[in-house]
């Protein structure tokens, strides 16, 4: 049996968000199928494992729940795959269990964006999900257009600044993002969730955004806002050579933006959606607490011609490769309702609720697409174990004189 540990929270803004991914993927799996190792990163980067992290009501004392769990702990050696206990007594060793997967559902900073995969990378352990690289370049929207603009993946206009530049060049960072024209949508380049968003439509709201996004970042990117703004959401899983794209949905949003209120606090109703409801396990545990972006308010299928529909899922796969991504990830589109117009809006390398709802829609049971994502980590992972990473010679035995010329050699 495959021990496989799901690790969430963590230091983000999307901490809570995580949370609830994870614990309804983690209810999602047949006991019998996998040995799941639940761990919680929390706020402060502390990892905490145990039985209670997987009820999500228990979420709501969070002091009670982490005595009732274990601190523990991975080291940085190259395979090394077992995780510690931080504190041992006579009747429990130092190693909890040894790893054989890892699978990151931590949303945002210091895990969708690569870090908690470079880390794996650096031992060796296998890990669910896209590598480091493509990650950091979901979670960077900026990289995100340049991305698409690199590969004729159309996006919308836009600028970028930094919280430094924009106010100590203030006029001149002004009249570039003014170029465009308002209205305009200013977001941190790095955070997702909706996090620090907002619309502007004149100059004194531009201000206001930009400090609003200053708050969580310091690389700010302001974009034009779609006009008849219909938002179009797919997700892609598999590897480069095999990947699949979902149905689509349409969330539907209470103002001019998606906001993190309608991701995450909605009334958990849709529309002609049979995917909405979990199946089995994952609907009878994940009710118990709130659903995460599988309880917002969807259009699923969404209500597009056919050739539209085709054309969005082209591009989500085209996306999902130049990028090279794996694992499962969902893309997030505009679409111009009047003009027809069809922009990439950002990458979701971790996507909230790993986009069951839309695989379930699309008659692909969620249990199912969990496997074989597990598979693609297992199958990259030995990929990878075949090339070359060093070479057998020892070119300081060789001579040479690499010491000539360096700091503080003797002449």
């Known amino acids: 049996m495959i021990t496989l540990a799901i690790l969430f929270g963590g230091v983000s803004v999307e901490h809570e968000i995580s949370v609830i991914s994870a614990v309804q993927t983690i209810n999602a799996f047949p006991e019998y199928k996998y040995n799941i190792v639940p761990i919680y990163i929390s706020k402060e980067g502390e990892w905490y494992t145990g039985p209670g992290l997987t009820v999500m009501s228990n979420y709501r004392n969070m002091k009670k729940l982490l005595s009732w769990c274990e601190k523990v702990y991975m080291t940085p050696t190259r395979g090394d795959f077992n995780l510690y206990r931080s504190k041992t007594n006579m009747f429990k060793g130092r190693v909890v269990t040894k790893i054989d997967v890892a699978f990151p559902i931590l949303h945002g900073s210091y895990g969708e964006d690569g870090s908690l995969q470079g880390f794996f990378e650096m031992i060796g352990l296998p890990y669910v999900g896209s590598n480091l690289r493509a990650c950091n370049l979901a979670m960077d929207k900026i990289a995100t257009k340049y991305l698409c603009k690199a590969n004729d993946i159309p996006c919308v206009d836009y600028v970028w600044t930094t919280d430094r530049e924009w106010f100590e060049q203030h006029d001149a960072q002004k009249a570039r993002a003014e170029k465009i024209g308002y209205p305009l949508i200013v977001k941190p380049a790095g955070l997702g969730s909706s ?34 703004l219909q938002e179009i959401n797919c997700s892609v899983y598999g590897s480069y050579h095999d990947c699949h794209a979902s149905v689509l949905e349409e969330p539907l949003r209470s103002g001019d933006i998606l906001s993190y209120q309608d991701k995450y606090m909605g009334s958990g109703s849709s529309k002609g959606s049979k995917g909405m409801k979990a199946g089995g396990k994952l609907g009878a545990k994940a009710a118990a607490g709130s659903k995460g972006m599988s309880g917002s308010q969807r259009k699923c299928p969404a209500d597009l011609p056919e050739d539209v529909t085709k054309r969005i899922q082209s591009l989500a796969i085209k996306t999902f490769k130049e990028m090279n991504a794996s694992g499962i990830i969902r893309i997030d589109f505009m679409r111009d309702s009047v003009s027809g117009d069809v922009y990439v809006n950002e990458i979701n390398a971790i996507p909230g609720s790993l986009s069951f709802y839309l695989w379930e829609a699309t008659g692909k049971k969620f249990v199912d697409v969990l496997d074989e994502i597990i598979a693609v980590a297992i199958k990259e992972s030995d990929n990878k174990h075949k090339l070359l990473s060093s070479f057998d010679q020892n070119i300081f035995a060789m001579g040479g004189g690499f010491g000539t010329g360096a700091k503080g050699a003797k002449r």
């Open 195 to 228: 996090v620090g968003i907002s619309k502007a439509a004149n100059a004194e709201e531009l201000d206001r955004a930009v400090d609003l996004a200053a708050k969580f970042t310091d690389k700010i990117i302001i974009e034009k806002m779609v006009q008849n």
